[in-house]
């Protein structure tokens, strides 16, 4: 199997920052270069620099998938509702529902593409380490 192709991983990780960045305009009182949405981003621009240069790595593919889920439970799921534990209280609005499910659908992409990474590259390295017990 070939692993995910770099330009997939890449739009990934834009749509998935590109959605974050909308409900943060949206909703909060924040300019894009504010360190909540030029912090993610240079995560995101780490990760998909880290798996440019290696796109067969099941540790980078992984820590996309992770990165994409946080973003999807904390972000998109979770700091919606209105939870004791959350240092503010959400606005239980249509629009801010809709807000996150913008925000939530935009990670879908990174999650399926990340775990499908993770899995081929995970396969891979099974592969090899066969290969290499058989020698």
């Not at 880290?50 to 980078?60: G, H, I, K, N, W």
């Amino acid at each position: 199997m070939h692993p995910i192709s770099r330009l997939t991983m890449a739009a990934a990780l834009a749509l998935s920052w590109a959605s974050m960045l909308a409900h943060n305009l949206y909703e909060l009182p924040l300019r894009p270069d504010d360190p909540e949405n030029s912090g993610p981003l240079v995560v995101a621009i780490a990760l998909g620099l880290a798996y440019a240069a290696r796109p067969d790595s099941f540790l980078v593919a992984t820590l996309v998938f992770a990165w994409g889920v946080l973003n999807f439970v904390i972000g998109g799921v979770l700091s919606v509702l209105p939870l004791s534990i959350l240092p503010f209280v959400p606005e239980q609005t249509l629009a801010h529902y809709g807000a996150h499910v913008i925000y939530t659908l935009g990670q879908l992409p990174l999650v399926v593409v990340a775990y499908r990474a993770a899995r081929i590259a995970g396969a891979s390295r099974k592969l090899s380490a066969t290969d290499t017990v058989a020698r």
